[in-house]
Nanobody, 122 residues
Framework: QVQVVESGGGSVQPGDSLTLSCVVS????????AAWFRQPPGKEREFVAA????????SYLDSVKGRFTISRDNAKNTAFLQMNRVSPEDTAVYYC???????????????WGQGTRVTVST
């Protein structure tokens, strides 16, 4: 049984940096693509970033390009989301997903974590 566990959320100020981690256990992480989605208060869950199995290809939501970086360490079964220059608009619950499809479509991901909350405010 595959489990996905996120960590690293918290309360930060605008302009700060934060790194989220996602550990995937119970499966072969190197066979999965990984992604981060987020759900702002009162809004739908949206795609943020994805990374292919080898880490050679990544994809980002336009509003986070140049500020966020997704990466992975297959030896540690872990994916990361480095968040720089955060703004209040980045406030959301961030979810990690793993699966066999490399896609921006949330319904096509196989495994999900419970989420970690990020709050950006002064």
């Amino acid at each position: 049984q595959v489990q996905v566990v996120e960590s690293g959320g918290g309360s930060v100020q605008p302009g700060d940096s934060l790194t989220l981690s996602c550990v995937v256990s119970g499966g072969s992480f190197r066979d999965y693509a990984a992604a981060w989605f987020r759900q702002p208060p009162g809004k739908e869950r949206e795609f943020v970033a994805a990374i292919i199995w080898t880490g050679d290809s990544t994809s980002y939501l336009d509003s986070v390009k140049g500020r966020f970086t997704i990466s992975r360490d297959n030896a540690k079964n872990t994916a990361f989301l480095q968040m720089n220059r955060v703004s209040p608009e980045d406030t959301a619950v961030y979810y990690c997903a793993a699966g066999t499809k490399y896609t921006r479509v949330k319904g096509l991901w196989d495994f999900w974590g419970q989420g970690t909350r990020v709050t950006v405010s002064t």
